[in-house]
């Protein structure tokens, strides 16, 4: 399992004062208020960010960082991912997996079949739909509610699905 989980990227700046504007890649972008720090992705060493301030604005929040005071200190961070540890996450439900605990695994069928991998998840209105890459090289899309995924098993590494009618000639 991956330490560091991503909740923003960079998208631009935000005024002249160092604040950016940042595409949320969490279900609930609120979240952000409730954040005092985040991780500025960039090589060769990440950088630890304190939040000074959070705003929102349309789908975008908007940071401000105590590191930064002006937009020529942000400007060259556009695209960069923000991240936090697994220990500043929200708390999941049950039956609930953060997405990059999900790809990589393989999905096996509730027949016993070992179907392929899933290659990623893709977040649509009604439900998540699991992207997966089939034995047979093509790509499936798997409705992510409780009829067609069955059980997801990190220790295993494993998802069992069941195909419903009709799921496969899509």
Do not use: W
């Not at 090589?43 to 940071?63: A, C, D, R, T």
């Not at 991240?83 to 999941?92: G, Y």
């Amino acid at each position: 399992m991956e330490d560091m989980l991503r909740v923003g990227v960079i998208s631009s700046t935000h005024g002249v004062r160092g604040e950016v504007k940042v595409f949320p890649t969490t279900d609930d972008a609120k979240r952000f208020k409730k954040l005092k720090t985040v991780i500025l992705d960039i090589m060769p060493e990440p950088v630890l960010l304190h939040i000074e301030s959070v705003k929102f604005f349309k789908n975008m929040v908007i940071l401000k960082f105590e590191e930064f005071n002006n937009i020529n200190e942000v400007e060259k961070y556009k695209g960069r991912d923000l991240l936090i540890r697994r220990d500043q996450a929200v708390k999941l439900g049950p039956d609930e997996n953060f997405i990059i605990d999900l790809v990589g695994l393989s999905v096996v069928t509730d027949e016993g079949e070992d179907f392929g991998i899933l290659k990623d998840v893709m977040k649509t209105g009604a439900n998540d739909v699991y992207v997966i890459e089939g034995k047979d090289g093509k790509e499936y899309l798997f409705p992510a509610i409780k009829q067609c995924v069955l059980n997801v098993d990190l220790e295993a590494q494993t998802i069992m699905v069941h195909i419903m009618d009709g799921l496969l000639e899509l």
